[in-house]
């Protein structure tokens, strides 16, 4: 029995620190709460494997260790969650009907209204919601029109208390945070230089390019970095990774960048980029952050942000307004200005989709044309998330999708996608 027991505390160990590593390190993949069962079903499985076994040793005690192995690994890993604060502790275990988790808060509370009082009598928008179970992947749907909540609908389980990853939808959040810290006068303005910012690896050998960087260049994908887009660290790409051309030379989208400009945002205003977020944006907005991963000390600025829709719904209003909300300017409708500026007309990066097309790319949000040739502005984030905003229709519509690599019909998607935008 002592062998036994040594052997089942030395897988378990041995697996405590590859789940360690694989939560550290991959976080970026979908479902970081994987290989906690996955590992919990190995342990099951060689429980199950030890009974047939016949070395003597009774199989209750035999059940019972393997038990206490998965006992322990499940609680050590959340105990590890809690500390690390890797993933929201109450994400729902993978494969479930939604990668999402619930939050104890109340929602942004928008007033509500009906599509009939808001010109859609003709019936095309209540048939279009009648067939969205065709859209496997849709979690969420929120209309705003005119400040009114129209349409609200969750599939697969969600609700308006699920907070999902928004990934790079959190870029254009890190932008409006860097808009407030200029308007605050903690930056002077998004044409600084970055490395100042960044005395701590001033030795460093830094070439003309990367000395010539801007936050403007960080803001608008056009740094001319060298590496395809990932999920390099603040010292990663201040230290390792180079540039290939001179900043504003082209279109190149990095989700370093906006890890950089967190990173700024708190070494500007002296608190991290969540204080300042709660403080300058998310309180006077009255919504809230479920979940917002953190790394070397600074929290994520280009994806890894977990967020209800409603209050999705509450960050779009802010931009659709220009800034000005509940009688108050909240942020200087100059840097929504700015936002919406095209900095990039033209790139062989930019996509034609049934949907819509990309157009342009602003400051850390799309520009996109749909096919009757309306101007809308999307922050999107992978898997399928969006802020669409239609000024012209004074519409906001958010859109929330389960990121699942084994449910990957794109052309379905867009389909019903563009159907929506042509509804509204």
Not at 320 to 338: A, F, M, P
């Amino acid at each position: 029995m002592r062998k036994y027991l040594l052997l089942f505390s030395t897988i378990t160990v041995a697996f405590l620190i590859l789940a360690f590593i694989v939560k550290a390190k991959y976080y970026y993949y979908p479902y970081p709460n994987l290989i906690e069962y996955f590992l919990s079903f190995l342990l099951l499985l060689f429980t199950l494997i030890s009974l047939i076994w016949k070395n003597g040793i009774d199989p209750k005690k035999k059940l019972l260790t393997g038990f206490v192995a998965i006992v322990v690994l499940m609680g050590v890993v959340n105990l590890f969650n809690y500390a690390f604060k890797w993933h929201p502790l109450n994400l729902n275990p993978p494969f479930s009907r939604s990668q999402s988790f619930e939050v104890d808060y109340e929602p942004y509370a928008w007033a509500s209204g009906t599509p009939e009082g808001h010109g859609y009598a003709d019936g095309r928008l209540s048939d279009y919601l009648g067939k969205l179970d065709q859209w496997e992947r849709l979690r969420g749907l929120l209309v705003v029109k005119d400040d009114q909540l129209i349409v609200e609908k969750y599939l697969a389980g969600a609700t308006r208390y699920s907070a999902f990853n928004v990934h790079s939808v959190t870029k254009s959040i890190t932008s409006a945070l860097v808009g407030l810290a200029i308007q605050d006068q903690h930056i002077k303005s998004e044409n600084e230089l970055v490395l100042p910012f960044f005395p701590e690896y001033k030795d460093e050998p830094y070439g003309d390019f990367k000395r010539a960087l801007t936050l403007q260049h960080l803001l608008s994908m056009r740094g001319g970095w060298a590496g395809g887009d990932g999920f390099q660290t603040v010292e990663q790409c201040i230290t390792s990774e180079y540039l290939r051309v001179m900043p504003d030379t082209e279109f190149r989208y990095f989700t370093g960048s906006q890890n950089i400009l967190s990173a700024i945002v708190s070494k500007a205003t002296g608190q991290s980029t969540k204080e300042f977020a709660d403080r300058k944006l998310f309180n006077p907005l009255g919504m809230q952050v479920g979940f917002w991963k953190a790394i070397d000390g600074y929290y994520l600025g280009g994806d890894e942000s977990y967020y209800t829709a409603r209050d999705l719904a509450r960050f779009g209003a802010l931009f659709l307004h220009r800034g000005h909300l509940d009688g108050q300017q909240i942020l200087d409708s100059t840097w929504v200005s700015k936002t919406f500026t095209n900095y990039t007309s033209t790139s062989d990066a930019f996509r034609s989709l049934d949907s819509y097309d990309e157009v342009g790319y602003g400051l850390c949000w799309w520009l996109l044309r749909t096919k009757d040739k309306r101007t809308l502005y999307a922050a999107r984030g992978k898997g399928g998330q969006h802020i669409i905003l239609i000024p012209d229709k004074n519409i906001i519509a958010v859109i929330i999708q389960e990121w699942n690599p084994l449910q990957k019909n794109e052309m379905l998607k867009n389909k019903l996608l563009g159907e929506l935008l042509s509804i509204l």
